[in-house]
């Protein structure tokens, strides 16, 4: 009978690991979508242009009630979900779904993760603007979850729920897929404003950057691939895993409704990690 140090070395982390790093460096260098990042680029243009329209011509709060008026159409569970899509934890724990199939994709999420931490809390800390509940009357708007107070800019939750979805659309090169993933962000986007945690200005920008970090992250990726390697990759699965447990262990980002579906998300994600590298490679043989 093989001792437990045996039967990892024979499973994917043993011995699948390295050729599978190998050949993922090797498709991300060889094989780059120029026309994919200068389609992100455009679309954040967009994005951005739209932000700078919308406050020219409504100020920084304009068309917050626009939008916000019309949560009430769905239920308060619902929006909690939407936005909790673009927690942090729970895009680094859908990013496990990936780790063994594309390990070039979780060095790209590294990066931008890293890029869209600077920008988000770097503007945040030097502007503070207050959010809706702080500059609102009670009963003129439609809150759902806690309250917020500061560090209204940009919206982080934008952010995020972009870089995961501007990665997966540089990769998956699918159009229709592509079209599918920005429209999923753009949801947890747009909740941000009906749970009245940001202003539609906030998520644009938001929205803005997480296309453009990803952007700067394939072009870092690309000149330092050191990162696709067995303990850079380790390490980021690693956060990934925490991150997971971290939603197992109550993380709901103030949306308490959100929370039981993220466990299911977070458990899924686990047992595929689990599974997908501690699983006997089958062509192993005793």
């Known amino acids: 009978m093989l001792s437990l140090i045996e039967q990892i070395k024979r499973c994917f982390i043993g011995e699948g690991l390295q050729p599978q790093l190998d050949e993922s460096r090797y498709q991300f260098l060889s094989n780059p979508d120029d026309h994919g990042l200068k389609q992100l680029m455009i679309t954040a243009a967009v994005c951005l242009g739209l932000a700078f329209l919308l406050w020219v011509i409504a100020g920084y709060h304009g068309a917050f009630h626009l939008l916000n008026q019309f949560t009430p159409a769905l239920p308060d569970g619902l929006w909690q979900w939407l936005t909790f899509m673009g927690d ?14 594309n390990p070039a994709m979780l060095w790209v999420v590294f990066i931008a993760a890293v890029y869209g931490t600077l920008v988000v809390h770097g503007l945040k800390n030097l502007l503070d603007a207050v959010r809706p509940p702080v500059e609102l009357d009670s009963g003129t708007y439609h809150l ?11 919206s982080g939750h934008s952010l995020t729920a972009f870089v995961f979805a501007s990665v997966l659309f540089y990769f998956v090169r699918n159009r229709y897929l592509r079209i599918g993933l920005l429209m999923m962000a753009a949801l947890a986007a747009i909740s941000r404003v009906m749970v009245a945690a940001h202003w539609p200005v906030d998520v644009l920008v938001g929205s803005a950057f997480g296309m453009l970090v990803v952007v700067a992250a394939v072009h870092t990726a690309r000149r330092y691939r050191w990162g696709i390697s067995r303990p850079m990759h380790l390490f980021t699965v690693f956060l990934m895993v925490v991150a997971a447990l971290m939603i197992l262990g109550g993380h709901d980002g103030g949306y308490p409704a959100a929370l039981l579906p993220a466990k299911l998300v977070a458990f899924s994600c686990l047992l595929v990690f689990v599974i997908e590298y501690f699983y006997p490679l089958k062509q192993s043989r005793n």
Request: aromatic letters at 8%; charged letters at 15%.
């Open 88 to 101: 942090t934890t729970l895009v680094l724990c859908l990013t496990l779904l990936f780790a063994r199939r």
């Open 144 to 154: 759902v979850g806690k309250a917020l107070r500061n560090g209204s800019f940009p």
